[in-house]
């Protein structure tokens, strides 16, 4: 199985990366489709804009957050995006980066995805 990492697309691209897979709903601003060097973007996996919203990226409100994303990722296109995320690790070798814009690196959906996926 491959390597699941988690980066800010803030950061530099590296080889080391892998795979670049964006797991936001909405392009980071600032960044160009060049220099992010995306090999997939899968912006139905992200969290509906309802929950996006309401969670704020309060980190007093991630774990409320972290159980109701749990839940959408059990349905709808969220669900059909968990199942291409995962498929698409399971043919990857060696690594494969999830991409996040949030500032806060430990409260944030790329969490919830990887510890879903592992």
Not at 3 to 16: H, N, Q, T
Not at 58 to 68: M, V
Not at 90 to 99: C, F, K, M
Request: net charge positive.
């Amino acid at each position: 199985m491959a390597e699941i990492v988690l980066k800010r697309i803030y950061e530099e691209p590296s080889r080391k990366d892998g795979l670049r897979i964006l797991v936001d709903r909405l392009w980071p601003r600032g960044i160009s489709k060049k220099t992010a060097k995306l090999d997939y973007w899968l912006k139905d996996l992200a969290p509906s804009h309802e929950l996006r919203t309401s969670f704020g990226h309060d980190k007093d409100k991630f774990e409320p957050f972290k159980e109701k994303y749990k839940e959408e990722l059990k349905t709808g296109k969220q669900k059909e995006a968990l199942k291409q995320l995962n498929e698409i690790i399971s043919h990857a070798e060696g690594r494969v980066t999830l991409l996040y814009a949030a500032k806060d690196k430990e409260n944030n959906n790329a969490q919830v995805l990887k510890q879903m996926i592992q």
